[in-house]
């Protein structure tokens, strides 16, 4: 199997010193990485860095931290200190999230998000540099600021976590790398194409990017009860968090279940929601099975052009997540 990452997300319960001994282990298995999400858990610098302090090749990424939470020299400034602790495994992974995260949560304006992600990473590139920044922009300002200890033996990696055609070319223009959500494997051909348009812009192939899909995964012998918790999860995400995904799975092949999900949500009928996931929806969106079965159905995934695969463990039982990571390690156990 080739490179492989894990995307463990945030509203997870495990103790910090369970989360390392995960981390320490997936390291052992030679995972390429292992990425925190950042929503209403534990939030993604200070968590990673407590991985930075107990592993040594695993690369930790942010997947993701909203743009809007918090200001670009406070970015500047957890990125270039994270890069520091871990000599230089940080990938930083940023996305706008929705109107209701970022205006009831954080108490600030949603505004021109795209925007105000492109000028953030502009922001980034000059300060993690080591320049001095001056920037005034539409949505953001930084100006008479520069890191003291600018991280310039650690290259700082900016992924970006988009879903619209839009997004999806500004990330082709401007970032390191692609974190897509929800994008179903019969897709994967026309979001990277997407991606390419933006990299034709900044005169780069798409091969140039990292592209780390997020693939639902729940490895098990119980068919019927694993395809039941990952319904679970994309209906929530279809049903409960905002416009965002359910467009996006309407706009990626899936209008009719997407809107049957929202329905059903709305009128609270949550077992009517899991139910409008379709078969094919759910094979499109996840994989479920034993271990055998998940590894042949990821090669599709990178058949298709998915450089790094995530396995994202949200909807299978904290427990079983070791034994996921084990029964699906990319290789045996690492050395040195």
């Not at 400034?77 to 954080?106: D, N, T």
């Not at 070319?169 to 051909?189: F, K, N, Q, V, Y």
């Not at 052009?305 to 909807?315: K, N, Q, V």
Request: glycine share 10%; charged share 20%.
């Amino acid at each position: 199997m080739q490179r492989l990452g894990l995307q463990i997300g945030s509203r997870y319960t495990l103790s910090i010193g369970e989360l390392v001994a995960l981390a320490q282990r997936a390291e052992a298995l030679g995972y390429d990485s292992i990425w925190l999400g950042e929503s209403w858990g534990r939030d993604a610098f200070t968590t990673l860095t407590a991985l930075a302090l107990h592993t040594r090749r695993i690369a930790l990424g942010t997947n993701i931290v909203p743009v809007h939470a918090r200001t670009p020299a406070n970015l500047a400034m957890a990125a270039a200190s994270l890069a520091e602790i871990s000599g230089g495994r940080l990938r930083l992974g940023l996305g706008i999230s929705g109107p209701g995260v970022v205006e009831h949560w954080h108490g600030v304006p949603f505004g021109r998000a795209s925007r105000r992600l492109r000028e953030t990473v502009d922001i980034l590139r000059r300060a993690l540099r080591g320049e001095r920044v001056e920037v005034v922009g539409e949505e953001v300002t930084c100006r008479r600021f520069a890191l003291a200890a600018p991280p310039a033996r650690y290259p700082v990696p900016i992924y970006l976590g988009t879903i619209g055609p839009r997004n999806v070319r500004l990330t082709g223009e401007i970032a390191d790398g692609w974190l897509p959500t929800w994008l179903p494997c019969s897709r994967i051909a026309e979001g990277l194409a997407e991606l390419a348009e933006g990299a034709r812009k900044a005169g780069r192939a798409v091969t140039d990017l990292e592209v780390a899909l997020q693939v639902p995964l729940y490895v098990t012998e119980d068919l019927a009860a694993g395809r039941q918790a990952v319904r679970r999860l994309i209906a929530f995400y279809a049903g409960a968090m905002g416009d965002f995904h359910r467009e996006h799975m309407s706009r990626r092949g899936y209008a009719a279940e997407a809107q049957a999900i929202y329905e059903a949500w709305q009128r609270k009928d949550h077992e009517a929601a899991r139910r409008a996931v379709s078969e094919t929806m759910l094979d499109d969106l996840a994989i479920v099975g034993p271990a055998e079965a998940c590894r042949r159905r990821l090669a599709a995934y990178v058949e298709a052009g998915i450089t790094l695969p995530l396995l994202s463990l949200t909807s299978m039982p904290q427990a079983q997540w070791l034994a996921a990571i084990e029964a699906m390690a990319p290789q045996g156990e690492a050395q040195g």
